[in-house]
């Protein structure tokens, strides 16, 4: 029995057949030549159009790129250009409200200068009308008291002073009389 399967050892039914892993020479030479032909084919008109879409998609992107960098160029001096803007607008509100509160001020002190003219000016009417009336009711007085004074110097003296002269001399008189009175002077 050893006898038989050192004799069946010496001769395994698969050892004169070619390995399914290697190739026989023939497979190999006909296997390359389709891919030598598909590469020529690939090399001389698939890989150069392959290269003319890289070289469109890079020139595509670089000027991309340098566009948007030129826009973010622009944008940022437009930025610039705007918070310059807006700090001139910001100066020039400054100085308008600052003039607006100094003209404000100015328009106050005329309001305030036209006021004390005007009252001064409606004091001075008022002490002139006073004036006026004072002067009227003593020129009022003044005739009342002559007339009551001439009717009392009729009572007292019992004669009728009927001459406008005489009438005239003493309510004057009476009247001087009556002013040293009120002055304290005799």
Do not use: C
């Amino acid at each position: 029995m050893t006898n038989y399967l050192v004799l069946a050892a010496e001769e395994l039914p698969l050892e004169d057949q070619p390995s399914p892993l290697i190739p026989e020479l023939y497979d190999l030479v006909w296997s390359l030549v389709p891919f030598i032909i598909v590469l020529l084919i690939f090399w001389k008109f698939v890989l150069p159009k392959f290269q003319e879409v890289l070289t469109q998609r890079e020139d595509q992107i670089e000027g991309g790129i340098q566009r948007a960098e030129a826009a973010q160029a622009e944008a940022k001096a437009a930025l610039e250009k705007y918070n310059a803007q807006l700090a001139e607008a910001r100066t020039e509100a400054a100085q308008i409200r600052d003039e607006a509160r100094s003209q404000g001020q100015r328009i106050v002190a005329d309001m305030k200068a036209q006021a004390s003219d005007e009252s001064a000016r409606i004091v001075e009417a008022g002490h002139k009308q006073l004036e006026a009336q004072r002067a009227s009711v003593v020129a009022e007085l003044r005739k009342d008291m002559g007339s009551q004074s001439v009717a009392l110097a009729e009572r007292i003296l019992g004669a009728q002073l009927s001459d406008d002269v005489t009438r005239s001399g003493t309510i004057d008189s009476f009247l001087a009389d009556l002013d040293s009175v009120g002055t304290g002077k005799k």
